[in-house]
């Protein structure tokens, strides 16, 4: 038995709060990802898909490489992804310029489309989280975040 308190939601879903924020963070993260995997369902979109989406929403014709580093997957799963995507019409890789090893990632219009019925439900999802904590303490646990992955980005350890 532990000494710590948990938190039970729907008693299907436990998470144990003790003095290890990696284990809070991670319980966070995957309610919430549950919680958004539920309604993409809805568009027959798998959450493995939604962060390349969300990269190409902001910054279409990326190559697979960079979409990669900025999805922070590896390459192998990205190139799987992508043919997933591909295939449901999200997206149409193409050779831009000289270099045929190059591909280069496009929303379809069907793909951009999905940003206005895929982004309220990842807003929903982040309303629902916070509902009841105030704006000072959202600030406050961003600015917080944010330090600690600033603390841990490889770049910046000595």
């Given at each position: 038995?532990?000494?710590?308190?948990?938190?039970?939601?729907n008693n299907s879903h436990e998470l144990l709060i003790d003095d290890r924020?990696?284990?809070?963070?991670?319980?966070?993260?995957?309610?919430?990802?549950?919680?958004?995997?539920?309604?993409?369902?809805d568009y027959d979109v798998p959450f493995s898909h939604?962060?390349?989406?969300?990269?190409l929403w902001h910054q279409d014709g990326m190559s697979q490489r960079e979409l990669s580093a900025k999805a922070g997957v590896m390459e192998p799963t990205t190139a799987n992804i992508v043919l997933?995507?591909?295939?449901?019409?999200?997206?149409?890789?193409?050779?831009l310029?000289?270099?045929?090893?190059?591909?280069?990632?496009?929303?379809t219009t069907q793909g951009k489309k999905l940003e206005h019925q895929l982004v309220p439900l990842a807003e929903d999802v982040n309303k629902?989280?916070?509902?009841?904590?105030?704006?000072?303490?959202?600030?406050?646990?961003?600015s917080t975040l944010t330090k600690m992955i600033r603390n841990l980005d490889d770049r910046s350890q000595e």
């Amino acid at each position: 038995m532990t000494d710590h308190p948990i938190i039970t939601q729907n008693n299907s879903h436990e998470l144990l709060i003790d003095d290890r924020i990696a284990h809070v963070i991670k319980g966070v993260t995957n309610i919430m990802v549950r919680s958004l995997q539920k309604k993409l369902n809805d568009y027959d979109v798998p959450f493995s898909h939604w962060a390349i989406l969300r990269i190409l929403w902001h910054q279409d014709g990326m190559s697979q490489r960079e979409l990669s580093a900025k999805a922070g997957v590896m390459e192998p799963t990205t190139a799987n992804i992508v043919l997933q995507m591909e295939v449901r019409g999200h997206i149409i890789r193409r050779h831009l310029g000289s270099n045929k090893r190059k591909r280069h990632v496009f929303l379809t219009t069907q793909g951009k489309k999905l940003e206005h019925q895929l982004v309220p439900l990842a807003e929903d999802v982040n309303k629902v989280a916070t509902r009841g904590i105030s704006k000072k303490d959202l600030k406050l646990l961003r600015s917080t975040l944010t330090k600690m992955i600033r603390n841990l980005d490889d770049r910046s350890q000595e």
